[in-house]
């Protein structure tokens, strides 16, 4: 070798690609191009901004990466999760819908990770590009005007699966008052994200009490526990909380209670789980009220091993509407899902498409901009599901076949779509409509269930209600006593069963069939309403007057039920007057 070769390969070694490019007389704009990617100019601005927010403290991410230390010992380990895009976690493909929460990363800052791994891992002598985040223990946007937390911490335990568990918070709320945000603090890393509803009832209190230690278990929630109309108060990993669309603030109504659900991850240790709920307040009543609707198919019937099975859904918009943020549902079965919309000219407009679900990272998508539907827009939803042994999620080996279900061994297929529409004359059209096509999917599914179990007495007595609503009294009956036959202890289904005749004008035997439903459950205040409308119907205004009662105290926000008192205290006035009934 020459000696002018070995002091060339020297200085290389001693002095980097650069010194060695100016000490041979290359021009200066080339050494930004020799230099491998550093820590601090290159990697910094990628990390900060898409890992750290959860992996820092109390966040679910198990390690920090926070500093040049932090990212440098695990880089391989960032290679290999980036390149196959398993982080940072965010399923829908890039074009196929604009996110403002979006994370993921471009080719580009994958290859760039992959550059700097393979340089070395140098950090850099220059300053950092970007200061590292701040995450402060505090609350992000301000002290709140109220702040809610479980009424006692929950334990738990250091290992084992996953615990899905429901927390009833009363909130002292004297007066009902707009919330413009909510800011959720998780307070340890085992939560994986929560789901945040309000009940006016006592319905949720009911169930928690029913069940041993603090909350309710499983991922099914009382029917009266529904998020705030039009809004979706859900919390996940990086998330702050959620603000409300300017002028659209929900209402928070006296007496209702917050219901949290919570889904928490063991971490190796016990664990003190009590997070915290800030709501901030504004005196400035909505200006319009949002919707939220779903796309769905509960007809699920999976067989084992299928690799490749398809549902689909469709809607059409009798309103112009502007979506604002979807939300894809299913479970561990779910391969791909595909949401869009065909536009009356016949062009598709992409909501989402996400082509490797992943339980685990299920999240809502809010639009950076909102995206305009005209009247007569039909919405698509198409999942596929993969029951194979290839799907590595798969709960159960060898496969079984998999129905419609909410827990999570069951599965799910549903696109919760959140629009604005223009007025309010407009939402009622929407209501109005939509009410069809809900009553015409519950009658579809409960004829499912029948297939499956023709002695499945909920069914009967839904497709009853189904069959009255749609003007079919004679089936309506057939079915109503049916399920009164197979189930006659169901509260509910007498309840129902009182409501058709009631709606016939069959007044003697509206009355026993609720009655009947009273009797076998107290505690049931939409019957005890009901029951005491009827009982008013009829003239019978003492014994109206206590099923009124009766159902007030056990739900104070009782649809109807206040008006029926006051059309009572009348009816009640009428019969004092002299002359009156002779």
């Known amino acids: 070798m020459s000696q002018t070769l070995r002091c060339e390969l020297t200085l290389r070694r001693a002095l980097g690609l650069g010194a060695f490019l100016i000490c041979f007389g290359c021009p200066v704009e080339l050494i930004s191009f020799a230099a491998g990617p550093t820590f601090n100019k290159d990697i910094a601005p990628i990390i900060f901004k898409h890992c750290a927010p959860c992996h ?56 760039i990770i992959s550059a700097w791994t393979d340089g070395g891992c140098d950090q850099g002598n220059e300053p950092l590009s970007v200061q590292p985040p701040i995450f402060s223990e505090g609350w992000k946007w301000g002290e709140p005007d109220l702040v809610l937390t ?7 335990v250091e290992s084992g699966p996953d615990v899905w568990r429901s927390f009833v918070i009363p909130a002292p709320m004297q007066a009902m008052r707009y919330v413009r945000a909510m800011e959720f603090q998780p307070g340890n890393k085992a939560i994986h994200h929560a789901v945040i509803r309000m009940d006016p009832t006592p319905h949720s209190r009911e169930r928690d009490r029913s069940e041993p230690g603090l909350g309710f278990g499983g991922i099914t929630l009382p029917e009266t526990a529904r998020p705030p109309a039009g809004h979706m108060l859900n919390w996940l990993p990086g998330r702050v909380g959620y603000r409300s669309p300017e002028g659209l603030a929900w209402p928070f109504e006296a007496g209702a209670d917050v219901v949290v659900q919570l889904h928490m991850q063991t971490t190796g240790k016990p664990e003190i789980v009590a997070p915290k709920i800030g709501f901030y307040f504004t005196d400035r009543a909505p200006t319009n009220q949002l919707l939220v609707f779903p796309l769905r198919v509960r007809t699920l019937n999976i067989p084992g091993g299928e690799s490749r099975y398809m549902v689909r859904d469709s809607y059409t918009l009798p309103i112009d509407a502007r979506v604002l943020w979807v939300n894809p549902h299913a479970h561990f079965l779910g391969r791909e899902m ?18 490797q679900w992943n339980f685990n990272w299920q999240d809502d998508y809010s639009f950076r901009e909102p995206v305009m539907l005209p009247r007569g827009s039909e919405l698509f939803m198409e999942y596929v599901f993969d029951n194979s042994e290839g799907n590595h999620f798969n709960p159960t080996r060898p496969p079984r076949r998999v129905l419609f279900g909410e827990q999570s061994a069951d599965e799910m297929a549903e696109m919760w779509v959140q629009v604005l529409p223009r ?25 499912y269930r029948l297939g499956l179990n023709p002695s499945d007495a909920k069914a009967h007595a839904r497709l009853g209600f189904v069959a009255g609503s749609q003007g079919r009294p004679a089936d309506a009956e057939k079915h109503l006593r049916k399920a009164i036959e197979l189930d006659p202890k169901d509260d509910d289904t007498r309840m129902h069963a009182g409501l058709f005749w009631l709606n016939e004008g069959r007044m003697a035997e509206a009355e026993a069939s609720l009655t009947e439903a009273v009797k076998l459950n107290p505690a049931n205040d939409t019957a005890l309403g009901i029951l005491g409308y009827v009982l008013m119907k009829q003239g019978d205004l003492f014994r109206a007057e206590e099923c009124l009662n009766a159902s007030l105290r056990l739900n104070p ?18 019969a004092r007057k002299p002359g009156v009934g002779r």
Request: proline letters at 9%; hydrophobic letters at 30%; zero cysteines.
């Open 56 to 111: 820092q403290p109390q966040q679910p991410g198990p390690f920090n990466l926070l500093a040049y230390p932090d990212v440098q010992k695990r880089a391989k380990q960032i290679v290999d999760v980036t390149s196959r895009r398993l982080m940072p976690p965010w399923l829908p493909e890039a074009g196929y819908g604009d996110f403002r929460e979006a994370r993921r990363l471009s080719d580009e800052e994958i290859r």
């Open 557 to 574: 926000k009782g649809p109807g039920v206040r008006d029926n008192l006051r059309r009572l205290e009348q009816l009640k006035a009428r």
């Open 423 to 447: 007025n309010a004359e407009d939402r009622a059209v929407f209501e109005r409509d939509f009410q069809g096509k809900t009553v015409r999917e519950m009658g579809d599914y409960y004829k």
């Open 150 to 156: 479980l009424t006692e911490p929950y334990p738990l």
């Open 338 to 355: 595909k949401g869009y919309a065909r536009l009356p000219d016949q062009s598709t407009r992409w909501l989402f498409w996400i082509k």
